[in-house]
């Protein structure tokens, strides 16, 4: 029994970390049939995460249905400052393929439905440990497929870097988990103002 209760608490542990770890400490080295264990080359200018602000769907209505509906903020990869110092572009954003947006949108929707659930006041452990293992499995596929997505940079054509892919992700995860968690404040205190009216 102990040892079922020790591998539970690990598996909720390691899924949270995925929302509030560094992306050095999520590095994994991916690895391939022509290159095993030997490191992807680090681009000159690696790029981070950024995008717009999250629209909430435009359901109005009390349920978690609505937060589960609100579309995936828009998302690109930016320069790092070093980089914009030198350049004389203005435009140093790096728009992500279609294909890539898409496999981000179904990791947010999976972030949006992992967040409820992690910040529910009381949950069931066999089912808040289901989903964690199941965000683990979407994130190592998500990131994998990032790994073998192209981008287009002022310098060429080249894969995402393993380090980008770990900021994409990180950033879509907190993104869900902060709207969810204010949503969520917000539904509480419209519920305080009509028990008051």
């Given at each position: 029994?102990?040892i079922c209760?020790?591998?539970?608490?690990?598996?909720?542990?390691?899924?949270?970390?995925?929302?509030?770890?560094?992306?050095?400490?999520?590095?994994?080295?991916?690895?391939?049939?022509?290159?095993?264990?030997?490191?992807?080359?680090?681009?000159?200018?690696?790029?981070?995460?950024?995008?717009?602000?999250?629209?909430?769907?435009q359901?109005?209505?009390?349920?978690?249905?609505?937060?589960?509906?609100?579309?995936?903020?828009?998302?690109?990869?930016?320069?790092?400052?070093?980089?914009?110092a030198?350049?004389?572009?203005?435009?140093?954003?790096?728009?992500?393929?279609?294909?890539?947006?898409?496999?981000?949108?179904?990791?947010?929707?999976?972030?949006?439905?992992?967040?409820?659930?992690?910040?529910?006041?009381?949950?069931?452990?066999?089912?808040?440990?289901?989903?964690?293992?199941?965000?683990?499995?979407?994130?190592?596929?998500?990131?994998?497929?990032?790994?073998?997505?192209?981008i287009?940079?002022?310098?060429?054509?080249?894969?995402?870097?393993?380090?980008?892919?770990?900021?994409?992700?990180?950033?879509?995860?907190?993104?869900?988990?902060?709207?969810?968690?204010?949503?969520?404040?917000?539904?509480?205190?419209?519920?305080?103002?009509?028990?008051?009216?």
């Open positions: 029994m102990r209760i020790l591998i539970l608490v690990a598996a909720s542990v390691a899924a949270f970390s995925v929302l509030i770890l560094p992306a050095s400490a999520l590095h994994q080295e991916p690895r391939n049939s022509s290159n095993t264990g030997r490191r992807r080359p680090v681009p000159t200018f690696e790029l981070h995460a950024d995008g717009g602000p999250i629209m909430p769907s359901e109005v209505t009390d349920s978690e249905q609505t937060i589960l509906n609100s579309p995936m903020p828009s998302i690109w990869l930016a320069y790092p400052e070093n980089y914009r030198r350049s004389v572009n203005s435009d140093l954003r790096v728009q992500l393929q279609p294909g890539t947006l898409s496999k981000l949108d179904k990791y947010w929707k999976h972030s949006l439905a992992f967040s409820l659930t992690e910040l529910k006041p009381s949950q069931e452990s066999s089912a808040k440990v289901s989903r964690d293992v199941e965000r683990l499995a979407l994130f190592e596929e998500s990131r994998r497929f990032l790994l073998y997505s192209d287009e940079t002022q310098n060429g054509v080249r894969k995402i870097s393993e380090n980008e892919a770990d900021s994409l992700l990180k950033y879509i995860g907190l993104a869900a988990y902060d709207f969810v968690k204010n949503s969520n404040a917000s539904r509480d205190v419209s519920r305080t103002q009509n028990r008051l009216n």
